[in-house]
């Protein structure tokens, strides 16, 4: 502006300074084109024409002028008049100069009000745009956006510092009530510490805000100072995509199905309420899909074994909400802090379970077993049945011990139990025991691990539910019926002499397991090598099991005699998804229980614990796998000693990282401790 006109001495002139505004009164030339100015402070300042942004027209003015004559602009400085102007200027849509505008609205074109005008102008972001020496103003249109920018900018800042306001209160432990506008800056914060290979401005903005590094860790522990963790959160868990809640509506269709079951498509079940039905669980175990019953058939024929299971169909519409998220989550999920359902726990421990005293709806086969354990006839019913006993595995093996004379049955169960043991071993079956540990924890206070014994209360479920598998495998294969088969490749074992030489046992067990194959599972009849059979599916755990679940639908539909629900082209692209998605939660249930296993190692540094050389990690390296034997706990060790396959030793914690899976022991020798790390 002030480049096109000719600057005097005493004229006073606006120019900037890094970006602030300055005025100052032109001294005299420098050279060819610029000015020296004096400021108010006395400061000189040389300026080339194209840095003076206006110039004060009209009068002279000294330095000593300029503070008065800021204040004499001062009343002028109102933004809002700027709008009034606009709304008069814009239809005519016609550009405007700073006097121009101060005759518009002050009806006074002395300097002040002309400066003013002009301060107005330049600092105006909304109504007036600048070309060349003029200002036009926008369209309405054009100023309805920017106006509606601002003020999504401004509730941007306003909600940005109520976040902060909150997290202090949170971080001070005082109630908090977090807004709906808080969730994306916590999401971040969340993602941050789930993944941080991934790019995370805004969570990294949050903690340099707060004086904290940027860090994934800083990310977590600051979730867990607010409240929204807990020290121990499960981020494998949250890292799938299982799902931590059901959606309303899911919770909606189980409402209703609660207060208005559905009509049962199967209107001929078989009353089987007479029969006596033992259910035998872990104490913990809510939802109950599995019961047993013996039958003694008249004139000494011997005696029928009935497995009901829980008919959780009759609860559920294919392709409704309540299957279909079933489908999604694939399989309940246990964890040491506990457990998550495939189906709301309403349904899933009410109606659908077999409860004691309660006459419920079930899938029930019947078998004949022959002298040898395999089975000589078989049936299958939709049923009705009244489950009499709710029993532990250790009301069961207690019941054994004493041999109670009034519970044939339970005697009767376990021998046939046996038997069926026996005959899969006879058709192949390997057999592998191991440890195996089940870890509780209790309000994150509290952890609990305990070694399940292998006691005959547990192999008497197991095999009632590997002969159910069978019998609804081999009715599937008689009348063409796809279902989904799970089977095991033969391994390739390492020869009898070569097995011998290793201690029996674990370190055994081990190398047997080693050589197992990964168990498969597709809608053709193939041979599980390690159960030792030809044929067999799983059907016993519809509750907590999607593919179960399939299998049930197929199976009741063939026995009413209706369609069958699935086509194989459909039954296979279903099982397809639902197993990916379960092995991704058995991948979580691994890691979880990996973690606690770890933290409870952790919180006991003082314990010395009796471990087992398992197998050889890299031998060459002397790391190896131990067995926490008091634990079940399998963990990598490096040895600082020479050591055998089959060795004992004692250890202590020396260190331990939950969050980083890193564990270190130290060895015993004799009564000093060595360190050694892995």
Not at 151 to 159: N, W, Y
Not at 402 to 409: F, H, I, R, S
Not at 450 to 457: A, E, F, G, K, Y
Request: glycine residues 6%.
């Amino acid at each position: 502006m002030g480049s096109e006109k000719l600057v005097e001495k005493g004229t006073l002139i606006e120019f900037r300074v890094q970006g602030e505004r300055r005025l100052a009164v032109t001294d005299r030339p420098e050279g060819k084109k610029n000015w020296i100015a004096i400021d108010e402070r006395g400061q000189s300042h040389s300026l080339r024409p194209q840095r003076i942004e206006y110039q004060v027209e009209g009068e002279r003015y000294e330095p000593s002028d300029i503070p008065t004559f800021l204040q004499e602009v001062e009343p002028y400085l109102d933004p809002s008049s700027l709008e009034v102007a606009w709304e008069l200027l814009v239809e005519e849509g016609e550009g405007v100069t700073a006097p121009d505008l101060a005759q518009l609205l002050f009806s006074d074109k002395s300097p002040p009000p002309c400066y003013a005008a002009h301060r107005l102008l330049a600092d105006d972001k909304i109504y007036f745009k600048k070309k060349a020496d003029l200002y036009e103003p926008r369209s309405v249109a054009q100023v309805a956006e920017i106006q509606h920018q601002i003020e999504v900018e401004e509730q941007r800042t306003r909600e940005k510092e109520a976040f902060f306001t909150r997290v202090k209160q949170a971080l001070a432990k005082e109630g908090v009530e977090w807004e709906n506008s808080d969730r994306v800056r916590l999401e971040s914060l969340e993602k941050f510490a789930l993944n941080p290979e991934h790019n995370h401005r805004l969570a990294q903005e949050i903690l340099a805000a707060l004086a904290r590094s940027q860090t994934p860790q800083a990310a977590l522990e600051l979730l867990v100072d607010l409240g929204r963790w807990s020290p121990n959160e499960n981020l494998f868990l949250r890292r799938s995509s299982y799902p931590l809640y059901f959606p309303q509506k899911v919770l909606d269709v189980a409402q209703r199905y609660l207060r208005s079951p559905l009509p049962d498509s199967n209107t001929n079940r078989l009353d089987l309420t007479h029969l006596k039905v033992y259910t035998i669980d872990d104490e913990s175990t809510k939802e109950i899909d599995d019961g047993l019953s013996v039958e003694y058939l008249p004139d000494g024929e011997g005696v029928r074994l009935w497995i009901h299971i829980a008919d959780p169909t009759r609860l559920v519409s294919l392709g409704d909400e309540l299957d279909l998220e079933a489908r999604r989550r694939s399989t309940s999920l246990y964890l040491p802090t506990g457990m998550i359902s495939m189906f709301p726990s309403e349904l899933a421990t009410g109606p659908m379970s077999l409860v004691q005293g309660r006459i419920c709806p079930a899938l029930s086969f019947g078998v004949i077993l022959d002298e040898q354990g395999g089975v000589s006839d078989y049936c299958i019913h939709a049923s009705l049945i009244k489950p009499t006993y709710r029993l532990t595995y250790e009301d069961v093996d207690e019941m054994l011990q004493l041999g109670v004379k009034a519970e044939p049955e339970i005697e009767h169960l376990a021998n046939s139990a046996r038997l069926r043991q026996s005959w899969r071993s006879t058709q192949g079956s390997i057999e592998i025991r191991m440890p195996e540990a089940s870890i509780k924890v209790k309000n994150e206070d509290e952890i609990e691990i305990v070694i399940l014994d292998d006691s005959r209360s547990r192999q008497l479920v197991a095999e009632m539910m590997i002969l159910t598998g069978e019998v609804a495998g081999r009715y599937a294969q008689e009348h063409n019926i796809p279902l989904p088969f799970r089977g095991q490749p033969q391994p390739e074992l390492p020869p009898e002499e070569e097995l011998l030489l290793l201690p029996a046992g674990p370190v055994r067990a081990c190398a047997l397991r080693r050589c197992m194959p990964r168990s498969e599972m597709g809608i053709n009849p193939i041979r599980h090598a390690g159960l030792g059979l030809d044929i067999y599916t799983q059907v016993t755990s519809p509750i907590r099991r999607y593919t179960d679940l399939l299998a049930h639908f197929q199976l009741k539909a063939h026995l009413r005699g209706d369609p069958l629900p699935f086509s194989r082209e459909e039954l296979q692209e279903i099982v397809y998804s639902v197993t990916a998605s379960a092995q991704e939660a058995t991948l979580v249930e691994r890691q979880t229980n990996r973690y606690w296993g770890l933290e409870y190692l952790r919180r006991n540094p003082e314990e010395v614990w009796q471990v087992l050389v398992l197998r050889w990690l890299r031998e060459d390296d002397n790391i190896g796998l131990i067995l926490l034997e008091e634990l079940g706990l399998e963990l990598p060790h490096k040895f600082n000693r020479p050591v055998a396959l089959g060795d004992r030793l004692e250890v202590q914690v020396s260190s331990a990282d939950p969050r980083q899976d890193i564990i270190r022991f130290r060895e015993f020798l004799s009564s000093s401790p060595e360190a050694t790390a892995m």
